[in-house]
């Protein structure tokens, strides 16, 4: 069962006759949590259901300052706190697909992220188009939609007559991470 795993592994069914994606995801989380020195198991069943185990070291560090007193340094109890930098920012997320909206949007709007999702390239453009400058703080952008992918949308937003449309951080949401697929997000006119 370790085989799906691999990179570009996918499985085969009568019940999912169609695959989307690339096959990097678990690659891509098996190889995350190897290098927090952590492991990833799966059992799985077929027509049941698969069980995912993660197992990741937990690690505290001692006050120097004190050597006679051992305290545990007190981490930030959430990735939100990592992040309160972005709290109350507009974050226009373009996704075509509607769990991934949903991922986002929960993932976001807990650490108080305003979000406005778009559908698809194409609603991205017209949406940036109709709000004022500097509305939208940030843009994360699928690269593969319907209609007007990414790459066109974010050309559109970068050609557009206005100041903010030149500036504005663009971020590439994709499993699509060759060199070839990070130089043409560059070129698109994408930040990272």
């Known amino acids: 069962m370790s085989s799906i795993f691999q990179p570009f592994s996918q499985d085969v069914n009568g019940a999912n ?3 989307q994606g690339t096959g990097l995801g678990l690659a ?3 190889q995350i949590i190897a290098e927090m020195g952590g492991s990833i198991e799966v059992e799985s069943e077929l027509g049941k259901g698969s069980t995912f185990t993660l ?6 560090r001692i006050n120097e300052q004190s050597e006679d007193k051992k305290e545990e340094v007190k981490k930030p109890e959430s990735l939100e706190d990592d992040f309160s930098i972005l709290k109350g920012k507009r974050i226009l997320v ?5 769990l991934n909206q949903k ?3 929960a993932l976001l709007e807990k650490m108080g992220i305003v979000i406005e999702l778009a559908g698809n390239g194409q609603v991205a453009v017209d949406l940036f188009r109709s709000v004022p400058e500097n ?8 690269v593969r939609m319907p209609l007007m992918n990414g790459y066109e949308a974010t050309e559109a937003i970068r050609a557009m007559d206005r100041n903010d449309a030149k500036t504005i951080p663009i971020i590439a949401m994709t499993a699509n991470a060759f060199e070839e697929d990070i130089r043409q997000s560059r070129e698109a006119g994408m930040n990272e």
């Open 135 to 142: 509305w939208i703080d940030a843009i994360l952008m699928d």
């Open 55 to 60: 197992t990741i070291p937990y690690e505290y």
């Open 17 to 19: 006759s169609v695959i």
């Open 28 to 30: 891509l989380v098996k």
């Open 103 to 105: 991922i986002i949007e």
């Open 94 to 98: 373009v996704e075509d697909h509607p």
